[in-house]
C-alpha cells in the first residue's frame, strides 16, 4: 500500500523540527485543492502517514511547510521578513503503490529535500 511521509531536521540546532505545520494539497492543473494539515511530533514526524492507501493518487502534490512559525517559537532573531518562512514543496506521485518520504531539513538561511524511503 502507498503512502506518503515526512519528517523535519533542524539542521542548525541537530534535533527534529517539532510542531511545525504542514498544509498538503493536491494540484490539478491550475487547481489547488487542500486535503489535510498535519503537525510535526517530538521526533519531527507525523503521527501517521499524510497519505495512504486510495487516498494517495498519481499526481502532482505541494506540501507547505510553515517554517517560519517554528523558527520564531525557537527563538531564532531574524529580521522581518524572514528568509525563510512558508516553505512549498512541490513533487509528483508516479506510482501511487510505492512510499513517498519527503524530509525537509532545515535551517534559518536554507533548506534542502529529497525522497526519502
Not at 34 to 51: E, F, K, Q
Not at 69 to 88: C, H, K, M, S, T
Not at 92 to 115: E, F, I, K, M, N
Amino acid at each position: 500500500m502507498g503512502r506518503l511521509t515526512t519528517h523535519v531536521l533542524d539542521t542548525a540546532k541537530g534535533q527534529p523540527g517539532q510542531g511545525i505545520t504542514i498544509e498538503v494539497f493536491r494540484l490539478t492543473g491550475s487547481e489547488r485543492q487542500h486535503l489535510s494539515t498535519v503537525i510535526t511530533n517530538s521526533d519531527g514526524r507525523c503521527d501517521a502517514p499524510i497519505l495512504e492507501g486510495d487516498a494517495l493518487t498519481p499526481g502532482e502534490y505541494e506540501l507547505v511547510f510553515h517554517a517560519g512559525d517554528y523558527l520564531r517559537a525557537q527563538g531564532v532573531e531574524a529580521n522581518e521578513p524572514r528568509f525563510l518562512d512558508v516553505i512549498p514543496l512541490r513533487f509528483g506521485v508516479a506510482d501511487a503503490s510505492q512510499h513517498y518520504h519527503v524530509p525537509l531539513l532545515l535551517s534559518p538561511y536554507g533548506y534542502s529535500t529529497y525522497r526519502g524511503s
